[in-house]
């Protein structure tokens, strides 16, 4: 037989609120800055932000910024796209990388603490040597 289960004295679980698409964007615009600082990243492939971003601030625009809200929509639009063409122009594997530690699955491992004996002193090979010049 099932058992009726009394409704107050169950938990309530309160659901937490998904901003999927914001947190989403703000995870792609810190991609993109660490990749934008990255050196192994080709410097063409960093010319794509700057791009992006001059064309927010210059006077041509696909549509005019005088019909509001339609206006800066191209804008925002051309900003998405170079920023994702940024990011899929890069190496993957960089990606990847910068994508682990921005979610924090790095792969450092904590060694175990060393003893407190001073290290050794290099070794050091003498032997006799002879310079020869090639004629």
């Given at each position: 037989?099932?058992?009726?289960?009394?409704?107050?004295?169950?938990?309530?679980?309160i659901?937490?609120?998904?901003?999927?698409?914001?947190?989403?964007?703000?995870?792609?615009?810190r991609l993109a800055w660490?990749?934008?600082?990255?050196?192994?990243?080709?410097?063409?492939?960093?010319?794509?932000?700057?791009?992006?971003?001059?064309?927010?601030?210059?006077p041509?625009?696909?549509?005019?910024?005088?019909?509001?809200?339609?206006?800066?929509?191209?804008d925002?639009?051309?900003?998405v796209?170079?920023?994702k063409l940024?990011?899929?122009?890069?190496?993957p594997?960089l990606?990847?990388?910068?994508?682990?530690?921005?979610?924090?699955?790095?792969?450092?491992?904590?060694?175990?603490?060393?003893p407190?004996?001073?290290?050794?002193?290099?070794?050091?090979?003498?032997?006799?040597?002879e310079?020869k010049?090639?004629?």
């Open positions: 037989m099932s058992e009726l289960r009394d409704p107050s004295k169950e938990k309530r679980q659901q937490p609120v998904s901003l999927g698409f914001l947190a989403d964007l703000i995870r792609q615009a660490r990749l934008l600082f990255d050196s192994r990243v080709p410097l063409w492939i960093k010319a794509i932000v700057p791009v992006s971003l001059i064309y927010l601030i210059s041509v625009d696909l549509i005019p910024d005088v019909a509001l809200g339609v206006g800066q929509l191209d925002l639009a051309v900003l796209i170079g920023i940024f990011i899929e122009l890069c190496p594997a990606v990847r990388e910068h994508l682990k530690n921005l979610v924090g699955e790095t792969d450092w491992r904590v060694e175990p603490d060393a407190s004996t001073p290290p050794s002193p290099p070794q050091v090979i003498d032997a006799p040597y310079v010049k090639d004629d």
